[in-house]
Antibody, heavy 124, light 109 residues
Framework: QLQLQESGPGLVKPSETLPLTCTVS??????????WGWIRQPPGKGLEWIGS???????NHSPSLKSRVTMSLDTSKNSFSLRLTSVTAADSAVYYC????????????????WGLGTLVTVSS | EIVLTQSPGTLSLSPGEGATLSCRAS???????LAWYQQKPGQAPRLLLY???SRATGIPDRFSGSGSGTHFTLTISRLEPEDFAVYYC??????????FGGGTKVEIK
């Protein structure tokens, strides 16, 4: 059974960079059938997709966050990472990683399964 | 970017009643590329439906989905106590971007 686990600092200072890692177990991130994505949820609010990376290296970003997002794969650790630069209080949220189905045209589909999420607070 | 609008914001119902949740897209969705998720407090979202109407593994048949184009519906035929939660729709497919609806909370009346 595929499981995902997010890890990262619980607290980040404004203007700094938020690094997050998602470690995958029970399956390989090198499978060509999937994207690996990041979604966040500010406290009490809805879900916002951040971006996704395919095993081929193909990237999809939310247009609103694209300029601040970097994503990468680490096949040696079967994990993938997100870096969000120049954070502000508006970036405080629970950050989830999840797997998304893909197809031969590299279209991204629904997210399943999800990690448990990690709470990130941006504060000085 | 496609905008998804969910209604109502909150639905107050009793166990055993049926629920109908709406998700409207700002433009027609290619091939009904729409998913529904359930989220309970303190938990990650769980996939319920994809392709607008296909149930994910392990999802009870009291959950059903319908719709095409710009209007989609999630129906819960008889609410069980564990169904009271927030429900989100999400479109997927071609870039740029995936988007989620704002959510509908189904609460106990």
């Amino acid at each position: 059974q595929l499981q995902l686990q997010e890890s990262g600092p619980g607290l980040v200072k404004p203007s700094e960079t938020l690094p997050l890692t998602c470690t995958v177990s029970g399956g390989s991130i090198t499978s060509s059938d999937y994207y690996w994505g990041w979604i966040r949820q500010p406290p009490g609010k809805g879900l916002e997709w951040i971006g996704s990376i395919h095993s081929s290296g193909s990237l999809n970003h939310s247009p609103s966050l694209k300029s601040r997002v970097t994503m990468s794969l680490d096949t040696s650790k079967n994990s993938f990472s997100l870096r969000l630069t120049s954070v502000t209080a508006a970036d405080s949220a629970v950050y989830y990683c999840a797997r998304a189905q893909s197809d031969t045209k590299l279209r991204q589909y629904w997210f399943d399964p999800w990690g448990l999420g990690t709470l990130v607070t941006v504060s000085s | 970017e496609i905008v998804l609008t969910q209604s109502p914001g909150t639905l107050s119902l009793s166990p055993g009643e049926g629920a109908t949740l709406s998700c409207r897209a700002s433009q027609s969705l290619f091939s009904s590329f729409l998913a529904w998720y359930q989220q309970k407090p303190g938990q990650a979202p769980r996939l319920l439906l994809y392709g607008a109407s296909s149930r994910a593994t392990g999802i009870p048949d009291r959950f059903s989905g319908s719709g095409s184009g710009t209007h989609f519906t999630l129906t819960i035929s008889r609410l069980e106590p564990e169904d009271f939660a927030v429900y989100y729709c999400q479109h997927y497919g071609d870039s740029p971007g995936l988007t989620f609806g704002g959510g509908t909370k189904v609460e106990i009346k």
